[in-house]
T-cell receptor, first 112, second 109 residues
Framework: DAGITQSPRHKVTETGTPVTLRCHQTENHRYMYWYRQDPGHGLRLIHYSYGVKDTDKGEVSDGYSVSRSKTEDFLLTLESATSSQTSVYFC???????????FGPGTRLTVL | GIQVEQSPPDLILQEGANSTLRCNFSDSVNNLQWFHQNPWGQLINLFYIPSGTKQNGRLSATTVATERYSLLYISSSQTTDSGVYFCATSNNAGNMLTFGGGTRLMVKP
């Protein structure tokens, strides 16, 4: 258990509404990541953070923003949700010298 | 960026059988991990193995970094082994993982 929680675990929202997903870690890891998983696919990186207020884009960052004001929390925001953002969102941390990644339980988001 | 391909895409086994899953990657890597995604969607770490061989119970993995592939061996498969197996690699300082498409395994009793 890497001490990662995600909230909410499930959310249904309507097109055009803002949505914020939260990732919380208890072990003070420097690196945190947001990925999305779509049916029949592996995970794809949205954004990552390498410290408080230090973030960068991943492969599929369009339509998403992130913030990290505290070491333990990494927020993913959809400013105006679209149906193409219906997905399962996973948060991850890198642990230890090896940077092995561990994943949270995921958030299932449905945009109607 | 790095490309990761897994084979086979689907695999059906009878309980007790052995299997080998393959992961090919297109560039040198500093991180390679194998995950099992169970039917409830949880991602479980199996191995961190950028090179060499490791074993954990009925599972073992080998990465030949110079030839850019990794293998995951499952012996004496059980129904609880069912799910999707992902290989993921990284070759950057930020340790951003690139995932393969996965191998969907079904083990029948």
């Amino acid at each position: 258990d890497a001490g990662i929680t995600q909230s909410p675990r499930h959310k249904v929202t309507e097109t055009g509404t803002p949505v914020t997903l939260r990732c919380h870690q208890t072990e003070n890891h420097r690196y945190m990541y947001w990925y999305r998983q779509d049916p029949g696919h592996g995970l794809r990186l949205i954004h990552y953070s390498y410290g408080v207020k230090d973030t960068d884009k991943g492969e599929v960052s369009d339509g998403y923003s992130v913030s990290r004001s505290k070491t333990e929390d990494f927020l993913l925001t959809l400013e105006s949700a679209t149906s193409s953002q219906t997905s399962v969102y996973f948060c991850a941390i890198s642990r230890g010298v090896s940077n092995e990644q561990f994943f949270g339980p995921g958030t299932r988001l449905t945009v109607l | 960026g790095i490309q990761v391909e897994q084979s086979p895409p689907d695999l059906i086994l009878q309980e007790g059988a052995n299997s080998t899953l393959r992961c090919n990657f297109s560039d040198s890597v500093n991180n390679l991990q194998w995950f099992h995604q169970n039917p409830w969607g949880q991602l479980i770490n199996l191995f961190y193995i950028p090179s060499g061989t490791k074993q954990n119970g009925r599972l073992s993995a080998t990465t030949v970094a110079t030839e850019r592939y990794s293998l995951l061996y499952i012996s004496s498969s059980q129904t609880t082994d069912s799910g999707v197996y992902f290989c993921a690699t990284s070759n950057n300082a930020g340790n951003m993982l690139t995932f393969g498409g996965g191998t969907r395994l079904m083990v029948k009793p």
